[in-house]
């Protein structure tokens, strides 16, 4: 009995290895899975200061402008400092400007609980803590972008980039819910204490973990503006790069902003309340969570260029028949699939640039890559916002997926824009 239940528990363990290698390779490698599994909880601290943050506002000043002034103040500094926020990415120091940045995020946090605590945060308390907070954005995702091919050999790249990307659409659910739970039970000061701490794990683990010598031999690059002017001209020199980075935008401004109309169509399209709002989020974000694996099968059928075509066209067809969908339950399936599509494209040109991308330049060109989401998505969406104000939410969507559609065929019917054209690899 002994030997069967020893037998049955080392096939148990064989088949669990035999999943984690067929859809979550990039977990095999330690340090990588140490650092995605604590950048996992500070998403959820994320999103349970996000959440509770909006709530507090709300309730003490009752004004959606406040609102839109913080949100503006949260984003800013990505907007303003992701030239040099890749231009120090590619100095060498990525694990250092790492630690820095998240310190910075866990001040930002910790400084708006104390407020919040105290009973004194004002607008402008509230303000410079979020900025502080978004500066430490601003460092941290390129190099931490950059700082991925790393940790994980190629064939694992395209996984671990995934998987990050599903890492925050997972804490996307669990942030809120836990928002509820804590703010019911203690306070809005816990949810900003509790985004404080979940930085440390990562920060120790930084400390930790000791990356290749192929990270450090890039560390000849200098910090200066001829450097950040130099990573537009290196993407704009590269009509791979260049093409990839249009592409990001485009899906950004014109696709992905349904995600801030989900309200519209599930309250005043759908009749559906909040319930049925809340389905549809869950349903984007499953989507993009259930992508993550996917992407990985897919690719060993199809190459990233492939998969690239096929998701900005999934996007495109998703959103265009639900800009016009009146029932509910396609209208979830068509958002699930808009998630997922958008996550096999966004993962697949985050890989591309990352290996088609010289390593001194891969901060600098990850900086452009958060630009092209933190830059378009919100003038996207202001500009659907106000041609739905004119001529419906349906027509306003239908315009933007029409938008991406029109690209997608583009690339289609045009295969050499994201065929490399072979120019010289000088910086």
């Keep these: 009995m002994a030997i069967a239940q020893t037998t049955a528990t080392a096939e148990g363990k064989s088949m669990r290895r035999g999943i984690v290698k067929d859809y979550f390779p990039s977990l095999t490698h330690r340090d990588f ?68 940045s998240q310190v910075t995020m866990a001040a930002g946090a910790l400084s708006l609980a104390v407020l919040v605590a105290a009973g004194a945060a004002g607008l402008a308390g509230i303000s410079i803590s979020v900025f ?20 994980v050999p190629r064939e694992d790249l395209l996984n671990a980039i995934s998987l990050n990307a599903a890492s925050w659409n997972m804490a996307r659910f669990l942030g809120p819910m836990l928002a509820g739970i804590v703010i019911a039970i203690a306070s809005y000061s816990a949810c900003f204490f509790a985004n404080s701490a979940s930085f440390f794990p990562f920060i120790l683990v930084l400390f930790v973990i000791a990356l290749p010598e192929t990270a450090a031999s890039h560390a000849g690059s200098t910090f ?16 791979l790069i260049r093409n990839l980075l249009i592409t990001f935008g485009l899906i950004n401004a014109f696709g992905l902003p349904y995600i801030v109309f989900i309200p519209v169509f599930g309250k005043d399209i759908l009749s559906r309340g909040n319930i049925g709002v809340s389905a549809m989020y869950a349903a984007s974000g499953l ?36 800009s016009w969908s009146t029932n509910f339950w396609l209208s979830l399936v068509l958002v699930f699939s808009a998630g997922l599509s958008f996550l096999v494209t966004a993962t697949s040109i985050n890989t591309i640039l990352q290996i088609k991308t010289d390593p001194r330049v891969r901060g600098r060109i990850m900086s452009l890559y958060v630009f092209m989401l933190v830059g378009a998505f919100p ?47 000088e910086i």
């Design 287 to 322: 989507g993009a969570v259930v992508g993550a694996p996917l992407v990985t099968r897919l690719h060993r059928s199809f190459d990233e260029i492939t998969l690239v075509k096929g998701g900005v066209m999934g996007i495109s067809l998703s959103l265009l028949i639900f």
């Design 33 to 100: 899975r140490m650092l995605w599994t604590w950048t996992f909880v500070s998403n959820i601290g994320t999103w349970l200061h996000n959440v509770a943050l909006g709530l507090y506002v709300h309730e003490v000043y009752r004004a959606p402008g406040w609102l839109g002034l913080i949100n503006f103040f949260s984003y800013a500094p990505t907007i303003l400092l992701f030239l040099p926020a890749g231009s120090l990415a590619d100095t060498g120091r990525r694990k250092r400007i790492l630690i820095v």
């Design 224 to 239: 200066s503006f001829r450097t950040m002017a130099g990573g537009i001209s290196y993407s704009l020199r590269r009509r």
């Design 379 to 425: 003038v996207g969406g202001a500009l659907l916002g106000f041609i739905a104000d004119a001529a419906g939410m349906s027509r306003a969507m239908s315009i933007g997926s029409l938008t991406c559609l029109f690209w997608g065929s583009v690339l289609l019917l045009k295969p050499e824009l994201l065929q490399a054209a072979g120019v010289s690899d």
């Design 132 to 151: 502080l907070m978004g500066i430490g954005i601003a460092f941290n995702f390129p190099a931490w972008l950059a700082i991925i091919p790393e940790l």
